[in-house]
Structure formats: C-alpha cells, structure tokens
C-alpha cells in the first residue's frame, strides 16, 4: 500500500473495499465448549456487517489424543447448547449456525475444512498462553501457517466499555486488515482509534510512506482521533500506553515481508506477556507454495482415517440426548421455519393395554398443546383385541395395513405395516414407534424428530435408551436387547463397522426424511429395522444417520422362541444385503427354514417354520404412490438404478 495506490479524494474505508461480492464475505469462528466466544463473535460481526457479509458458527469439541473420539459425545451437548443460546441471541444478525458440531482430536483441521466448505475469508480464534494447544491441537504458529485464510487472534475480552483502540502501525502486508478491524470495532462501539508508529531501527521507504499516507488520510475519518510517531523501540512504545486503552489491535509478524510461512512474531508475544489489555492480533493469509506445503507436512499424505476413529467421530457428534429437544416450542420454530410437516405412524397389533395412553400422552403435548405433529395415525395389522376400538374412540385414523395397495397383496410383520404406511401418511418426516411403551413419553417422538430439523443433512434417526423388562409386576433392570448384543451387534461389527457405533440398532422408535424412505426397500418382518439401516448406510453414508439417548424404555418381554426367529429373520436380512453387494449366492431355499424345538406331553419333537422376511421395493417405485404425491422424475434417479419396479410379490 504506497501512495500511487491512493486517489487524493479516496478514504481509508473506500480503499479497503472487499474485491469479492459483499455476499461471499464470510467469518468462521469456532464455538469450544470450553471457551467463552460471545466476544469473538461481536469482533466477527462489526467485521461482516462492514462487508455485508455473513458469519458461520461451528462447534467444536476436542478430546485428548490417545482417547477414544466417543468420549466427546459427553461434551457435544454443552457445546450444542451454547450454539442455540447464540443462534438465538444473534437471530436478527447475519449469523448461520453450521448445523453439526466437530469432535476432533486436531480441531484446526476440522476449522481448515469449515473454512474450505463455507469459503471463508478470515477466522477468529482464542490464543490463550499455555492452553491453545490444548483446545485447537496445534500451537499457534501452526495455526497461522495451516488455516488457508485470514486470521484474527484474540486475547482476553473486555471487562469495561470499548471507548479508546490503539493501532500500532509497521510496514507489514497486516496493516490493510488491521485498520478494517480496527474501524468496524470502532463503528460498533463508538470508539476513537490512536495510531502509534514507533519508528526506531525500523524506519525504512515503505514505512515511511505508509504512515505519511494514513496520516493525510486520518484528518477525514472521524474514528481516528491523534498520530502517535514516537523515536522509541515498538514493544516498549506500546507497554507504556496500553493502561490507556481498553483494546489493541497489532499485527502479527515483523516486517516479514518475503516470509512465506506464517508466524506471531516477537513484537506481538511480547505485548501479549507485558499487557492484560484485550489483544486481537491480524495475519493476513497468502496461499502456500509446494515447498512450504512440504515442509510443514514433511512431503507425506496423511494417512486415511481408520474405520475405528471414523466410528467413535460419528459417536461423539451424531449422538444426542432428547433433553436437548425438550424446548418443543423451539421444535415447532424450526419446523415451520423450513416448511416441514410431520407425521407419526403407531404400527399396532392388539396393543390394548397401551394405545390409549401413548396417543393421549403424545397428542395431548405433541399437537394439542405444541402444533409438532401434523398428524397421528394408527396402522393396524389385525388386532383381535380393542386396540383399534381405542383408537377411533380417540379420533385417531385407523388403516389396517391389509387393505392399503391392495392390488399388491399383503404379508404379515410390522415391516409391512411400516412400509405400507409410507402411501397413506401425508408428512415431509415420518416417525414411528412401538405401541407396547409401558412409560410412554412425549420425549420417545420429539427425541426422534429433533436432530432432523436441526440438521439437514442428517435422514435417519434411531432412539435407544436403556430397556428394563416388564415381567408380570416386577421390573427386570438390563433385561433387553438380547438379540441385539447376541445377533445383530456381531454381524453389524463383521461386516458393517460403521454402524458399530449405534446403541440399539433393532430399537423400534426411528425417524426419517420422506425423501430418504420413499428410496428405501423394506423386509416385511423381523428385518425392517435392520434393512433400513443397512440400506441407508450404504445410501448416505453414516453422516446421514443420528441416534437419540430416550432414557427409558419399559416394554413387555418376549419368549426365547420369538426372540429366536426373530434372529434367524435378521441374519437372513445381512445374508441378503451381503449376497447383493458381492453379488453371490450365500442362502438357498432350505437355510429359509427353521427347526423349532417344542417339548410336549414328556418328549421333545421337530417343528419346521418358515421364516424368511420379503423384500418390499422402494415404494417410490409404484405408480399410485407417485400419482399421490405428484412425483414425475423418479425415472432419472441414478439411487435407484436396478431397482426391481415391479412392486414386489402379490399374495393372497
């Protein structure tokens, strides 16, 4: 910046014009969850709104190297909450909220890909002596020198009103950056700035003619208030003034001009030692050469993630707490803000004793005293008992499953039900859950629901929660989930490890995006949850998929036989995906058969049962689900290519 660069009748403000559309301007400052960041935030939007430009917000959570990535799923909802509290103190401010927190060993890389994603200009991060390391996973030169765009480094916040800003001024590529800073905090806070040029042992041509410009330009800009040239070293220069400051605003580096590496220079780290006055310290970035890429990364590629730290990532920052969503107002805000509807479909087979109260309990909260839920609807699969008497009592919509499509038969299971409950439920979500919940909760529905409006990119969300067993009146602690720690936990390890991660991947309370489940196919049987989840996986990725904690769940046991086949069904549904995927043939007809002890009258004896869940098509695949919902363009989807169209078996 010299002075054949300046038109006489230019300002300080006009000469620093972004060269980028005002729009594309963006700055990213991460959210710690140990770290207060409200003052990084305000410094971020004097910045933007100078730009017209925006700021993201991105969680970040750091766990100690040599520790599992999981143990962060323990820190990710203080780190969640904090980034609500601000979306909601900033929500009339150019703010966007990054909808997925980052559990990071090194959380400077995940910055470097937020900072990517988003294409950010600048970044604010906390330097705190003794403890950046500790919460970024890199010092700060390695920061500076990683991070591929500007940077402001901040120490300590104030503690009393912003009224006076010193602007030490060197011949270094900051100074441009520095005085937007210091302007826009300026404008924010109806401060005055002093400029301060120390010129001994540094006074060279284009020092020189930096400061006889911004000294010309200073009589006009009513922010800058006096010109400081001292004949004195810098640091001391500014020691002895900061008491009479509330904020100083210094470049990083000394006069580095051919430096391509960047660094906090000793100039910055001595002001910092020698002043408890807030610090925000400005490094302009520069794209790196291959020789320095090198040199910092040693000329190797990182290795690739293994499977294991992915999974314990995937833990850490897609599992959540239903408490998190019990702000159901906040819910229904985000729901309308998106122009979502919801629906819950209750799959049910004689479940007297219960329905009446899950509908009453859900209704009562999810749409009568909070507009959640679009619609409840029961799908029944032949219930001899009242549950569909109870139903229709409570005004609910009954369906029994049989008679949906019926020109493409009907089977038995819940997966069926499920399936068919797609064409009849009208919502852009559709949840379901069990209707034999003995402590049934609001929580097991808005649990399912919440991380899908908070985050869009996820489509499928599983509930768990620790299941009691309810055996006639006593309640049997940890007495659930027998087939999933003995059957699909295993087989889930061998040969789908991503999804190693999910508490209780057989948990029947799950929801998902329209858009997600209309592509899927579904088993009829036992297998639904299973082949959901292994289709999904395989569709979208394990990013796509969350997992709610619902806390409790207390449910009616079931005897050893029906758990049996319902294993035998879940293994044929892996073998199934397997034979897909490697395009071999694993099972033949008779593995479809199981032999069935029955002990009678003093003597054992054989029973063969068939039990082999069908593979219902992705329902977007029927001609009447897409006439229903106005869908023309399924033919193009490259997601279902080979898809078998045909709808499926129809049976008697």
């Known amino acids: 910046m010299t002075q054949h660069d300046l038109e006489p009748e230019e300002t300080v403000e006009q000469v620093e014009a972004p060269t980028t559309p005002p729009t594309r301007y963006t700055i990213v400052v991460p959210i710690f969850d140990r770290v207060e960041s409200e003052w990084h935030v305000q410094i971020a939007l004097s910045l933007a709104k100078g730009r017209q430009g925006r700021v993201v917000l991105v969680g970040v959570v750091r766990v100690p190297e040599g520790r599992s990535l999981s143990?962060?799923?323990?820190?990710?909802?203080?780190?969640?909450?904090?980034?609500?509290?601000?979306?909601?103190?900033?929500?009339?401010?150019?703010?966007?909220?990054?909808?997925?927190?980052?559990?990071?060993?090194?959380?400077?890389?995940?910055?470097?890909?937020?900072?990517?994603?988003?294409?950010?200009?600048?970044?604010?991060?906390?330097?705190?002596?003794?403890?950046?390391?500790?919460?970024?996973?890199?010092?700060?030169?390695?920061?500076?020198?990683?991070?591929?765009?500007?940077?402001?480094?901040?120490?300590?916040?104030?503690?009393?009103?912003?009224?006076?800003?010193?602007?030490?001024?060197?011949?270094?590529?900051?100074?441009?950056?520095?005085?937007?800073?210091?302007?826009?905090?300026a404008r924010a806070y109806n401060a005055r700035i002093t400029l301060l040029h120390a010129v001994r042992g540094s006074e060279d041509a284009s020092s020189r003619r930096l400061y006889n410009e911004l000294i010309r330009l200073s009589h006009r800009n009513p922010w800058i208030e006096q010109e400081l040239r001292v004949d004195e070293e810098v640091v001391p220069a500014i020691l002895e003034r900061a008491g009479d400051y509330d904020l100083i605003v210094m470049g990083a580096a000394e006069a580095e001009w051919g430096s391509e590496l960047r660094t906090v220079g000793s100039i910055a780290r001595s002001v910092r030692r020698g002043s408890t006055v807030p610090l925000i310290v400005v490094k302009t970035h520069r794209p790196f050469s291959?020789?320095?890429?090198?040199?910092?990364?040693?000329?190797?590629?990182?290795?690739?993630?293994?499977?294991?730290?992915?999974?314990?990532?995937?833990?850490?920052?897609?599992t959540f707490s239903s408490d998190e969503f019990e702000d159901i107002a906040r819910l229904v805000e985000m729901k309308e803000a998106q122009g979502l509807t919801i629906s819950l479909g209750l799959p049910a087979l004689n479940e007297e004793e219960t329905i009446g109260n899950i509908i009453q309990t859900v209704r009562g909260t999810l749409m009568e005293e909070f507009p959640l839920l679009d619609e409840i609807v029961l799908i029944d699969s032949g219930s001899t008992d009242y549950t569909v008497e109870i139903a229709r009592d409570l005004g609910i919509p009954v369906y029994l499953h049989s008679e949906i499509l019926p020109q493409y038969g009907s089977?038995?299971?819940?997966?069926?039900?499920?399936?068919?409950?797609?064409?009849?439920?009208?919502?852009?979500?559709?949840?379901?859950?069990?209707?034999?919940?003995?402590?049934?909760?609001?929580?097991?529905?808005?649990?399912?629901?919440?991380?899908?409006?908070?985050?869009?990119?996820?489509?499928?969300?599983?509930?768990?929660?620790?299941?009691?067993?309810?055996?006639?009146?006593?309640?049997?602690?940890?007495?659930?989930?027998?087939?999933?720690?003995?059957?699909?936990?295993?087989?889930?390890?061998?040969?789908?490890?991503?999804?190693?991660?999910?508490?209780?991947?057989?948990?029947?309370?799950?929801?998902?995006?329209?858009?997600?489940?209309?592509?899927?196919?579904?088993?009829?049987?036992?297998?639904?949850?299973?082949?959901?989840?292994?289709?999904?996986?395989?569709?979208?990725?394990?990013?796509?998929?969350?997992?709610?904690?619902?806390?409790?769940?207390?449910?009616?046991?079931?005897?050893?036989?029906?758990?049996?086949?319902?294993?035998?069904?879940?293994?044929?549904?892996?073998?199934?995906?397997?034979?897909?995927?490697?395009r071999v043939e694993l099972l033949s007809e008779i593995n479809r058969t199981m032999k069935i002890i029955r002990y009678e009258s003093g003597h054992y004896y054989l029973e063969e049962v068939a039990i082999s869940d069908q593979r219902r098509p992705p329902i977007i695949t029927l001609p009447e689900y897409r006439q229903r919902f106005g869908i023309t363009d399924w033919e193009d989807d490259e997601e279902l290519e080979g898809t078998d169209f045909a709808g499926g078996e129809v049976t008697a």
């Open 290 to 318: 291959l020789q320095v890429l090198r040199y910092l990364d040693g000329d190797r590629r990182l290795p690739a993630t293994p499977i294991s730290v992915l999974v314990d990532k995937w833990f850490a920052e897609n």
């Open 411 to 582: 089977y038995r299971g819940k997966g069926e039900a499920l399936w068919k409950s797609l064409y009849v439920l009208k919502g852009d979500i559709v949840a379901w859950i069990d209707t034999d919940i003995v402590n049934i909760h609001p929580r097991f529905v808005y649990g399912i629901v919440g991380p899908l409006l908070r985050n869009p990119h996820i489509q499928y969300v599983k509930g768990f929660y620790r299941r009691p067993l309810k055996v006639g009146d006593t309640i049997q602690a940890g007495g659930g989930g027998r087939v999933t720690e003995l059957v699909a936990r295993p087989l889930i390890n061998l040969f789908y490890p991503e999804l190693s991660g999910l508490v209780q991947p057989l948990a029947g309370e799950y929801a998902g995006r329209r858009s997600a489940l209309e592509r899927a196919p579904f088993y009829t049987g036992y297998g639904v949850e299973t082949g959901l989840l292994l289709d999904l996986v395989e569709r979208y990725g394990i990013s796509g998929i969350a997992q709610v904690d619902l806390r409790q769940r207390i449910h009616h046991n079931q005897p050893l036989t029906a758990l049996s086949r319902m294993a035998f069904a879940i293994i044929q549904v892996f073998i199934d995906h397997l034979e897909r995927r490697q």
């Open 71 to 185: 143990e962060g799923a323990a820190l990710a909802p203080a780190c969640r909450s904090r980034l609500d509290r601000l979306r909601d103190q900033l929500k009339d401010e150019p703010v966007y909220v990054k909808p997925r927190i980052r559990v990071e060993h090194q959380p400077w890389r995940a910055i470097a890909e937020v900072v990517q994603e988003e294409e950010g200009n600048l970044v604010v991060l906390p330097w705190q002596e003794g403890t950046t390391e500790a919460f970024l996973g890199a010092d700060m030169d390695t920061l500076l020198s990683r991070l591929p765009c500007h940077v402001l480094v901040v120490r300590g916040m104030p503690t009393r009103p912003i009224h006076r800003i010193l602007l030490p001024i060197r011949g270094t590529t900051e100074m441009p950056l520095m005085l937007e800073v210091a302007l826009s905090l």
